[in-house]
């Protein structure tokens, strides 16, 4: 039963707002206001909303959940809010335009977007595919470390090029190609040939204007690699998923492997680039844990404060249900805002910065049954490399005032544009250096440095040195 609300929607019995998504007047939520200060921007839709707000996504209406509690509602009820783009009324009835600019990085059916009866079994796969690089007495967790701390120190090396001495940019010459070399690496690419994929993955996300052919070509290589992969298999993550799934097909894989390389590049690369300005700004005892050796901790206080992964895909009501103070009729789209959640007072009032050890209460790696299954690997790729740079230059400050720092945002993410340092490398280089090896699998985790200079990517990177001065 409804009765008339005061601005003249409908309101149901529990005192939830019952008027259509469609008819609510909207806000644009991706402003310029947004890029720059998105925490005014969520302040202002609590207070005008509460702890869900009907929003504007680029032209198509959305509910944006800012509240912690609500959020957790959502995130833990996966039946209640199911993943699934088939889920959404409005796609079905024709109304989100072909041109949405949000359309592309959604229609992709992978883990991450998908619901449905094919998801239990894909997810069972990739936890099970990612198990031997997360597990640390396993090889290839081992092997994957020795592969990070190298990468890490040819990076490192490649802007010491410059002098002892000078300016970085720490992003484009660090945070954004190492993990990139680490998706290489667990892609089990041959060589560095899998550095041009790595470049077209840049491109797409950078959505520039090349962005389109680099998708198709970065699809076409990676159904190659799978095409290979199920041929022969190797130690890698598409042959681990292939052997846990062995009923997916090449198109499905290559999605997946996509799914991963979009994954690894873009958040651990905001991850490890924020680690490095907490520690720098000395803000949210990030520093003091670093220097105490808790590298968990640090990161744990890192994604905290400032989640790379700022608002989640869509869930969609499965019927009729109220949250916060609306009802969100069913097939509606839901999007759980971890970092409006993290400043909901209702958590952020609880969240003591002296302690020790920080919540693990946060949502930077989700919650519920669709949480992120590659914690354990973003953490460590993102703290082996911070380790490292800090172990090998003497001295690193920003260029910038903290609150100058240029950041880009999308509807997803939130990582910095460029990080600008003024470095000093230490006089003696601490060990170790190029070829790695690991006593495990005694393999070479580094490609041939012939192979290495002629790829794309070395270009881009060796064109970037001395960059700041
Ligand atoms: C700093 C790095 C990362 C962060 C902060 C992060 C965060 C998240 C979050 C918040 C979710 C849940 C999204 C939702 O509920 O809609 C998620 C899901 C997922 N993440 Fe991560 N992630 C990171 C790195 C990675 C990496 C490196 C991989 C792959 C190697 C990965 C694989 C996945 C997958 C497959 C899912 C989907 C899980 C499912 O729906 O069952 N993530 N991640």
Known sequence: MESQ??????????????????????????????????????????????????????????????????????????AGWPKGLENWRARTDGEVPADWPLGPSLEVNHVLIQGGPGYRPLRQAWDAALKPFQDPRHAQAKRLKAAVTAYADELISLVGQAGGTGLAD??????????????????????????????????????????EPALERLLATLAELAAVKLEKPGDDFPSYLLAAHPELSLDELARELFMLLGMTSDHVGILISNTVVEVLSGEGGVRASLSAGMV???????????PPLVNFVPRFAAKDTPLGNYTIRAGDPVWVSAAAAHADPLFAGNVCPSTTVSTRAHLSWGAGLRQCPARELASTVA???????????SHLELALPADQLPWRSSPFMRGLRSLPVRYELAATPAQPSAPARTAESDATVLPDPAVRQRSSLWRYLTGLIGVGR
């Open 383 to 393: 703290a082996v490399g911070v380790g490292r740079l800090f172990e090998r230059f």
């Open 5 to 78: 609300a005061d601005d003249g929607g409908s309101v149901d019995l529990d005192g939830a707002t019952a008027e259509r998504l469609e008819t609510l007047t909207l806000e644009p939520l991706l402003t310029r206001d947004y890029e720059t200060r998105p925490a005014l921007v969520y302040e202002r839709l609590r207070r005008r909303h509460g702890p869900v707000a009907p929003v504007d996504l680029l032209g198509v209406p959305a509910w944006l959940v800012l509240g912690y509690r609500e959020a957790l509602d959502v995130l833990q009820d996966d």
């Open 296 to 306: 968990r901790e640090s990161m744990n206080r890192v994604v905290m404060r400032k």
């Open 170 to 211: 720490l992003s484009a010459q660090f945070s954004r190609p190492l993990p990139l070399m680490v998706a290489s690496h667990l892609l089990g690419f041959p060589g560095s040939q899998g550095d041009d994929a790595l470049m077209d993955m840049w491109r797409v996300l950078d959505a520039g204007p090349d962005a």
